[in-house]
């Protein structure tokens, strides 16, 4: 017997099509086509019109999660004000409404990426469940005995512990490409391991302690050379620098929403449909059926399969209106914009702190990310002082634990910028670290 509530949703992009529009950009994100105007965005952003400390907020810590801007906040208010229901159930108004909207935040989430098909978008909470997903519902499906998955040293834990687990428990193999002292992978290295003929090959797009960006789509080229299927992790880079899933030519990328100034709880794994249509479900509840019995039941068609229970909507809808803003903006305007801050930031603490320890690639090969020492002085200290300014960056790990001890750190501070990051943010770091340097140095 089927059950009704559980109906399988109609196609996402005809529902799309149909349904709410997605939230419009921001005019001032439109209107310019030349160089970004950070200063003018960051009226935008209400957050950044705060104090820490009674000092204006610095916020350098978007590698964790960026801040949201109004386009974001209200169209997740208009939900819950205005639509808020379940989707894929309600035969009334205001349910088909938020079924709308819900699949025409996939929709734009899928044009960010240049997904073929709003279908191949799976909603996630986060990064951390899309990989989850991958390694438990494909891993455990093709993952055997003696089989070789390569990662690389620098990955993030969310890309490292959900493969440890998965080799564990069907007794295979993790090998991991090096890194250089700058931060750089060793692609001479990953050839000579590709000759283990690994089933899975999974990397970061972008570092985020570092800010290395990796040639993904050589890496994918090589990799499915070598018959290996390929996850990136797009977590540091959908933010930062423009992603074209269909160009990167790999068969699963994933990504949070709330570093690319969507909400906390929305993620995305993109795959292959294909792939997608050949793993068995993750979670199992009701959204995901199609037919239920006491004994047996018919799964729901991608990516509905993989969405179990009712799924965040309002964080759905604010991870699409953060996909339409970013494209209104030009992923190709936020790499310049940010790249600029980059090499302005690199050279003033060069400047500034000469015996300063700064890590990673040269600026050209590096997204929004500075990790630091001060000689002498914990990152936590320094973080502690740059807070008593108003300057909020991360210390310690960055829940990259293994990619620290290959560079024998303990720890590291961290300086990240998204798009609303100035010049004058750099400034009060640079204020910020004089006191450091007056109080310890
Ligand atoms: N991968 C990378 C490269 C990250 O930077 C992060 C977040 N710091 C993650 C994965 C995990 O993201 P989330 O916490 O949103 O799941």
Not at 287 to 311: D, Y
Not at 333 to 359: G, K, S, T
Not at 411 to 428: G, I, K, L, M
Request: proline share 7%.
């Amino acid at each position: 017997m089927a059950i009704a509530s559980d109906r399988p949703p109609t196609d996402g992009a005809a529902q799309a099509a149909a349904g709410t529009p997605a939230a419009p950009a921001s005019p001032s994100s439109t209107v310019d086509r030349g160089p970004l105007d950070a200063h003018a965005l960051r009226a935008e952003f209400p957050i950044l019109g705060t104090t820490a400390h009674g000092k204006p907020l610095v916020y350098l810590d978007s590698a964790a999660t960026s801040q949201k801007p109004l386009a974001v906040i209200e169209a997740m208010d208009t939900y819950y004000r205005e639509y808020n229901a379940n989707v894929h159930r309600g035969i009334y108004q205001i349910g088909e409404r938020a079924t709308a909207g819900y699949e025409a935040a996939r929709a734009s989430v899928a044009r960010f990426i240049n997904a073929p098909s709003p279908r191949e978008i799976v909603f996630t909470r986060n990064a951390t469940e899309a990989i989850n997903l991958v390694a438990a519902s494909w891993g455990r499906k093709n993952i055997g005995r003696g089989d070789a998955i390569i990662l690389t040293e620098m990955e993030h834990h969310a890309n490292l512990v959900p493969w440890q687990i998965l080799v564990q428990e069907r007794d295979a193999d993790l090998e991991f490409i090096p890194i250089t002292d700058d931060g750089i992978l060793r692609l001479d290295v990953f050839e000579v391991l590709l000759r283990l003929k690994p089933k899975l090959v999974a990397f970061t797009h972008v570092s985020n302690t570092l800010g290395t960006i990796n040639p993904v789509a050589e890496m994918t080229a090589l990799a499915h050379a070598a018959g290996a299927l390929v996850l990136v992790d797009g977590a540091q880079a959908v933010p930062h620098v423009p992603v074209d899933v269909a160009a990167i030519g790999a068969d699963f990328y994933v990504f949070s929403g709330h570093k690319m100034l969507g909400p906390t709880g929305s993620g995305a794994l993109w795959g292959r449909r294909e792939l997608l249509d050949a793993m068995p479900p993750y979670m199992a509840g009701g959204e995901m059926i199609r037919e239920v019995h006491l004994r047996r039941s018919e799964f729901n068609e991608v990516p509905w399969k993989f969405e179990a229970g009712t799924p965040d909507i309002a964080a759905a809808i604010g991870f699409g209106a953060a996909a339409e803003y970013l494209m209104a903006l030009g992923m190709g305007r936020v790499q310049a914009h940010e790249h600029e801050l980059i090499v302005y930031a690199m050279d003033a603490l060069r400047r500034e702190f000469p015996n300063l320890d700064l890590y990673g690639p040269p600026a050209d090969a590096r997204g929004g990310v500075i990790p630091f020492n001060v000689p002498g002085v914990h990152p936590h200290d320094v973080a502690q002082v740059l807070d008593r300014s108003g300057v909020a960056v991360r210390a310690g790990h960055h829940c990259t634990m293994p990619l620290h001890e290959r560079l024998d750190l303990v720890a590291t501070a961290r300086a990240s910028f998204n798009v609303y990051s100035t010049r004058e943010d750099v400034d009060q770091l640079i204020v910020g670290l004089r006191e450091v340097y007056r109080l310890f140095a």
